[in-house]
């Protein structure tokens, strides 16, 4: 199985903050999608939530939750990461795509992190993903982005492979 981690993270590996992201990227978004189409994406029960249309069409949504009554439409339910990877029905890499508690409990076995790292550090985040350890790391290519009328903040897209 080929695990890849997909996270848009500030300067202080954060996240998210109240249940949603730290900030609109139209770009991020984009690169996202190019990435994950055609491939099965697993994700926890409340970055399911924090979707305003729900799951991600041309997807497998894989969403894991300790509770056996969660049924919501469009998506396989997993009780356990085992049983997520398990369910994947969609050609590989398996795409892991949040939240923090779904990064922290599959980080041992990722292979391939493709970060976008916002240039500024949100005060008010409330979620992290886990500490990147750089000598872990190898960086195989970075694109930097400038801010714009549509892009608050600098950004790069990172693709590191586990070393
Ligand atoms: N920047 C990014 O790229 C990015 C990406 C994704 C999410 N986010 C942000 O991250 C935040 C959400 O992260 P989060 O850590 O709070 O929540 P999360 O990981 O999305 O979901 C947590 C839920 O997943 C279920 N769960 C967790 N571990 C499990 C396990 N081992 N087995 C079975 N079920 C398990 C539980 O659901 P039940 O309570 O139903 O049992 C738990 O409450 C939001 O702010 C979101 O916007 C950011």
Same mark, same amino acid.
């Given at each position: 199985?080929?695990?890849?981690? %997909?996270? #848009?993270? +500030?300067? !202080?590996?954060?996240?998210?903050?109240?249940?949603?992201?730290?900030?609109?990227?139209?770009?991020?978004?984009?690169? =996202?999608? !190019?990435?994950?189409?055609?491939? !099965? %994406?697993?994700?926890?029960?409340?970055?399911?939530?924090?979707?305003?249309?729900?799951?991600?069409?041309?997807? /497998?949504?894989?969403?894991?939750?300790?509770?056996?009554?969660?049924?919501? /439409?469009?998506?396989?339910?997993? #009780?356990?990461?085992? #049983? !997520?990877?398990?369910?994947? +029905?969609?050609? /590989?890499?398996?795409?892991?795509?949040?939240?923090? /508690?779904?990064?922290? #409990?599959?980080?041992?076995?990722?292979?391939?992190?493709?970060?976008?790292?916002?240039?500024? $550090? =949100?005060?008010?985040?409330?979620?992290?993903?886990?500490?990147? +350890?750089?000598?872990?790391?190898?960086?195989? +290519?970075?694109?930097?982005?400038?801010?714009?009328?549509?892009?608050?903040?600098?950004?790069? =897209?990172? $693709?590191?492979?586990?070393?």
């Amino acid at each position: 199985m080929s695990l890849h981690a %997909i996270v #848009a993270i +500030d300067e !202080a590996g954060a996240i998210g903050f109240n249940g949603q992201l730290l900030c609109h990227l139209p770009l991020d978004l984009k690169h =996202f999608k !190019a990435l994950t189409t055609g491939h !099965a %994406i697993v994700m926890g029960r409340k970055t399911l939530e924090s979707f305003p249309r729900g799951p991600l069409p041309g997807r /497998q949504n894989i969403v894991l939750s300790r509770n056996k009554d969660y049924a919501p /439409q469009g998506v396989t339910v997993a #009780a356990t990461i085992a #049983a !997520a990877l398990k369910a994947v +029905d969609m050609p /590989q890499p398996v795409f892991v795509i949040g939240g923090a /508690q779904i990064y922290r #409990a599959t980080f041992p076995r990722v292979t391939t992190l493709h970060l976008t790292v916002i240039h500024h $550090t =949100f005060a008010q985040a409330d979620t992290f993903f886990p500490t990147i +350890d750089p000598g872990e790391w190898h960086l195989l +290519d970075e694109e930097r982005h400038e801010p714009d009328e549509r892009h608050p903040y600098a950004f790069t =897209f990172k $693709t590191l492979t586990r070393r």
